[in-house]
Nanobody, 127 residues
C-alpha cells in the first residue's frame, strides 16, 4: 500500500485542521492505520490509531479530547480532525498502515508496529 498525507498548513492557536491520508492499492480495509508526528529534534510520537474496521481507536495523551481519527474504507482514506490546536502541536504528521488480520480490534501505538509509511504533511500552529 502507498500512503499520502495531505491537509497540513498554518493555523492559529485554538484553530482546527483536518488531515487526510489517501491509500492506493487494494484491500485498504485489511490495514490498521495510525497517525504519528515528529517535531524538530524530537522522536516520532504516536498521535492516533484506528482498527482495521474502524470500530476501535486510541490516542496519545497529548491529543486526547482534541483530535479524532476516522476512516472511510470505501474511499481508502483515514482522517485526523484536529481541534483546539496548540503551538506544541507543530510537527510533520505522517500516516502509517499495518497489515492486519480480519476482525481484529487491535489498535497499534508503536512506530515499530507499522510497516507502511506515507510522506508527511507539515502542521504549524502559531501562537
Amino acid at each position: 500500500v502507498q500512503l499520502q498525507a495531505y491537509g497540513g498548513g498554518l493555523v492559529q492557536a485554538g484553530g482546527s485542521l483536518r488531515l487526510s491520508c489517501a491509500a492506493s492499492g487494494r484491500n485498504f480495509r485489511k490495514y490498521a492505520m495510525g497517525w504519528f508526528r515528529q517535531a524538530p529534534g524530537k522522536e516520532r510520537e504516536f498521535i492516533a490509531g484506528i482498527s482495521w474496521g474502524g470500530g476501535y481507536t486510541d490516542y496519545g495523551d497529548s491529543v486526547k479530547g482534541r483530535f479524532t481519527i476516522s476512516r472511510d474504507n470505501a474511499k481508502n482514506t483515514v482522517s485526523l480532525q484536529m481541534n483546539s490546536l496548540k503551538p506544541e502541536d507543530t510537527a510533520v504528521y505522517s500516516c502509517a498502515a499495518r497489515d492486519e488480520y480480519p476482525s481484529s480490534a487491535y489498535v497499534y501505538t508503536r512506530v515499530s508496529e507499522y510497516g507502511h509509511w506515507g510522506q508527511g504533511t507539515q502542521v504549524t500552529v502559531s501562537s
